[in-house]
Structures are given as C-alpha cells and as structure tokens.
C-alpha cells in the first residue's frame, strides 16, 4: 500500500477519528493501539524520517542512531507487542550488549565491564578487591527496587481502555513483589544517589561505574534522588540493540500502524491544532491545508503543542505561564565519524570515558550551568559502535563510531554552529589521545548534531533529549498529562508527558494517551 493512501478514509473533506502529530514512538505507540480497534488514524510527521529521537540516520553509508542509543527495559516491548496481538520478535531482532561497557577510566585503565553482576564483581574485585561484597549488595538492592518497578509490566497486561485507571493502578500499588521491596525502596528514596552509591562502594572507580547513568537527568548525583540509583544497575538486566539500527523500532510500529489502517504522511509539518470553542477538531499543515478529527493526539513536545499549536489565544494565561516555566532536560551533543576500518582498542558497543565522581558533580555547577564547555578530557563522553553489534551498519570493511558528549544549550563564548567544525575536530583530536591512536587518519566522513540542530529538526525545545527535566517537579502530576485539561479532544503522547522521557517510558505515555482516549470516546 502507498505510504499515502489510506484505504478507509478518502482525501480531502474527511473526518479522521484520529490525527497523531509526530511519528516518535509516543506517536506511533498510539497510532498502533488505535488503529488496531479500528479507528482511521492520519499521522502528520514533518520530517523525512521516522521515529523523532529514537530513529536512524545515514551519513554516506555509515548508519547512526539519531538519538536513543540502546534498548532496556525489553519486558515492556515484549508486552507492547502483545498488545497487538504480535510478538517483539516477528518484527525486531535484538541483540543483547555483553560487555555492557568498557570503562576507561581517568588514570589510563580500563576495563570490561559484563552484564552479569556476578562476573562484573569478578572483574571489579581484580583492582578494587574490597569493593567486591559492596558490589553484590549494591546490586541486589537495586534488583530489589526495579523488580518492584516491573510489576507494571506483569503479564498479563490489563486491556487497553483498563490500563492506567484506579483498579490497575490499586492492583499494580498493592503487588507482593512492590510490598516486599518497600523497605528496599524507602533506603534508597530518602537519600540522594551519590550517599546511595558510597553506602556500597569505595574504589573510585568502582563509584565512577555507578555514577554516570543519571547524567541526562541532568541533575548531578550528589543532588538526583536516590531512586537514580537504580540506573546504574539497569544494565545488569539488559542492553539490547536492534538488527538494523534504533530505527527498526518505528519502522516496525509504522509497519503495524499501517497494516491496520493508518495513513502515515511525511514531509508534513502541523502548523496549528484547530480549536473550535475550547474544543481540539483538527490540524492545520504547512500547505494549509485543513484536515479534521475527532481527536487530536499531539507528539510534539507540550511546550510547543500548547504554546506554538494550540496559541495562547486559547489558553488561560495562568496555564500559559506555568508551560513557559517547566524546566528542560539537558542536551546530547552527537558527533559522527565514518572510519575506514575497525580500530582494534574498540571492544564493545559503548565505551565510557567519565571523570571521577566528584569531578563529574561539580562538572553541573562550573561548567554546565556557566555555559562553559570544560576540556574534553573532562568532559563526561561515551564512544557508540553500532557497527560492532551489527556491521550492516557500515559499509563492508568500514566501521561507524558516534560521540555521545555533554554540552549546554546556551554557549557563554560560542555559538553551535560556528563551534560545530571545531568541537568535530577537538573530539576527533580527544579520540585519538586517549582512546584511538591513529584515529584521525581513518575518519572518512564525519557529522554532527549539535543541541541546535536537535531543536531545529526535532522541534525538541533547546534540544533537551527527555523534553522536560526529570525532577521532583516535573515529575507525576506537575508533568504534563495525556489528557489537556484545558482543550477538549487534544491528548499528549511523548517524553514531555507522564511518565517522562526514554523510549521504554514513552511507550507507556502512549498506551496512557489511548487509554484516555478510549474511556473518553467509548471506542
Ligand atoms: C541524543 C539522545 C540520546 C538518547 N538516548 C536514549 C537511550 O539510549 N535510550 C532511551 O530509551 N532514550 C534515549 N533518548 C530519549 C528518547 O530517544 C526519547 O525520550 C524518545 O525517543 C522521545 O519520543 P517521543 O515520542 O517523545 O517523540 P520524539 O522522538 O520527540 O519525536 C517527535 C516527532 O514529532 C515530530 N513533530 C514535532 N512537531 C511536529 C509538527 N508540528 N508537525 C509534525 N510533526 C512534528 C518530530 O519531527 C518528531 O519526529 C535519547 C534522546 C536523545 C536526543
């Protein structure tokens, strides 16, 4: 079928049941689940790609992950699909990454770090033998705390319009598994990361293991809550990465969509939802045109869907203010380089270049809240091999390496895009020092995506990688939600949404989203 034909709905004066804005997997997730109960689904995506943040890109064929780098929490996938009456493994095929790291630390050494807790206390008790006890009970605790956080993902998942109401919500809150880890998770809640993390371990390096996961948080350990903890563990229980590259994810959810029904239109920016006495009935598209819905499910970022689509014409100047207030999440400058070989120092999918804890806490409030880039020694950095996972993802015999890297949006002294070519050459200079000798002699093609570029092609504002920052206050009820309490008809899927940013939490902002939609609508 033609991307652009839908067979149930004709062009032109139709009345959709739903308009999705954007193909993110929070888009996507809705447009699955809806049109799977026979909904005629239109999504407007105005970019040439799908997938937002969590998609794939082509530099000469070197393919990259846009934004979202890997997979974990895969449980929720596996219940997704199920949802569908699909299974994950029809449509992706994943790969799990062990080793999850190879650690380089600050005084040259390094090591490998393996998924399985055991093995890893192995490998942590070879410099920092004291630390060995301390690892296996940090990681039991934080097994504890996630186990309870899985019983969302229990089988079997309630139906779709259940999903998210008080009965579920009360079933999921009084689980034994959450029961029994209340004591577990209180331990770790009423500290903050960092005193969670030195009430197991010692070893520098063995705290710089557990201290970096938050870092897109975007609040430092010695200040993020304790429960941030639980992040450095996650790996433990899984990195996965799909065959093909992070796209095969939306590609798979559109495949659906559109074998249900949904019509799915590229290169088509929404200009304006259309509101009619408080009431969401349709989208305006960059060619002007017109198109109406019963319901309208925006993926943007709620900062512009409500500031930018909606206007502040229609909403209460009270509810303007406090969307203008909320908080950002941090950026994550990429940095792309198509080698024309496999450098032999790379040993695993992610390489980890992270200053020592201490170092890392006080990088937040000297040099990122400045607007200050430190050097890139300094600078919390990790190395993406996609190629190594999968080498279709480099053209034969070559090898795909990204820069995930830290950056303010606000440069004191610079502006992105005159800093882009240095910061290219500077991190390809760092690469070489530290990691790489020899490795300018292989980049053959090299990218970047600055957080300018990010806002420009993702509308994500100040290109904040999980929309809103995942702080206490942006958090459960202060963050946006599913339903406009304000606009009738118009639902929010996405990182800006409970219940924050990441794919796997966006997937549930999705199934949240259509959930709302459904009760609402009796469909
Ligand atoms: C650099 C980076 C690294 C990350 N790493 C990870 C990771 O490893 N693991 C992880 O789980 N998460 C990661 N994330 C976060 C994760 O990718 C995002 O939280 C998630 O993919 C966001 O999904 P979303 O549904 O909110 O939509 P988005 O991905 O924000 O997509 C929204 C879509 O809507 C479209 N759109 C916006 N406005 C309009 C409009 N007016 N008209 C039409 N279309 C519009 C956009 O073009 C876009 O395609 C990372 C993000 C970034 C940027």
């Not at 920016?269 to 305006?284: D, L, S």
């Not at 070489?432 to 570029?453: H, K, L, S, Y």
């Not at 504002?461 to 702080?471: A, K, Q, T």
């Not at 009738?488 to 794919?503: E, I, Q």
């Amino acid at each position: 079928m033609s991307e652009h034909l839908w067979s149930g709905v004709p062009r032109g004066d139709s009345l959709y049941d739903v308009i999705v804005i954007g193909s993110g997997i929070g888009g996507l997730t809705c447009a699955d689940l809806l049109s799977k109960r026979g909904r005629s689904v239109l999504l407007l995506e105005r970019s040439e790609r799908l997938g937002g943040c969590c998609a794939s890109y082509d530099l000469n064929g070197h393919k990259f992950d846009v934004g979202a780098i890997f997979i974990l929490y895969k449980e929720l996938y596996d219940r997704f699909f199920e949802m569908m009456g699909l299974t994950l493994d029809e449509y992706v095929q994943l790969d799990l990454l062990d080793p999850v790291y190879d650690m380089r630390f600050k005084d040259g050494s390094s090591l490998l770090l393996p998924m399985d807790p055991v093995e890893s206390a192995d490998v942590i008790s070879e410099f920092a033998p004291g630390d060995r006890e301390g690892w296996l009970e940090f990681c039991r605790e934080m097994k504890t705390v996630w186990d309870a956080a899985k019983v969302m993902v229990d089988k079997p998942f309630p139906p779709l319009e259940q999903f998210g109401t008080p009965g579920h919500l009360l079933k999921t809150a009084t689980s034994l598994k959450l029961m029994r880890a209340i004591p577990a998770i209180l331990r770790v809640i009423t500290n903050t990361q960092d005193a969670v993390n030195r009430r197991y371990l010692r070893d520098r390096r063995t705290l710089t293991i557990v201290s970096f996961e938050n870092l897109f948080a975007g609040i430092p350990a010695d200040r993020i809550n304790g429960i941030f903890a639980v992040m450095s563990y996650l790996s433990h229980e899984g990195y996965w990465y799909p065959r093909g590259g992070m796209g095969a994810i939306p590609e798979a959810m559109a495949r659906i969509a559109r074998d249900n029904g949904t019509e799915i239109r590229m290169n088509t920016p929404v200009t304006r939802i259309v509101v009619e006495n408080g009431r969401a009935v349709g989208v305006e598209t960059g060619e002007g045109e017109i198109i109406r819905a019963r319901v309208v499910l925006s993926n943007a970022s709620a900062i512009p869907t409500y500031l930018d689509l909606v206007g502040r014409e229609h909403l209460p100047a009270r509810f303007a203010r406090a969307i203008e207030k909320y908080t950002l999440s941090i950026p994550a400058p990429m940095v792309y380089f198509g080698l024309s070989e496999k450098p032999e120092e790379i040993r695993c999918h992610f390489t980890v270049m992270v200053p020592p804890p201490e170092q890392l806490n006080a990088y937040w409030d000297e040099y990122y809240a400045e607007g200050l880039m430190p050097r890139m020694e300094d600078l919390p950095q990790g190395i993406v091999c996609p190629s190594i996972t999968d080498p279709t993802l480099a053209p034969p015999g070559k090898f795909s390496l990204g820069l995930l890297t830290c950056g303010p949006y606000h440069l004191k002294y610079h502006n992105w895009d005159e800093y882009k070519p240095e910061f290219i050459e500077e991190s390809a200079s760092h690469i070489e020092r530290a990691v790489i000798p020899g490795f300018r002699e292989m980049v053959q093609d090299r990218d970047m995506r600055t957080p300018v570029d990010f806002e420009r092609e993702l509308l994500l504002p100040e290109g904040s990688i999980y929309g809103l920052e995942m702080s206490i206050p942006n958090l459960g009820p202060f963050r946006p939600s599913w339903r406009s309490p304000i606009i009738t008809n118009l639902y929010l899927a996405g990182a800006s949404t409970n219940p924050g940013g990441g794919v796997p939490l966006v997937m549930v902002s999705g199934i949240n989203a259509s959930a709302c939609i459904v009760r609402d609508h009796g469909w």
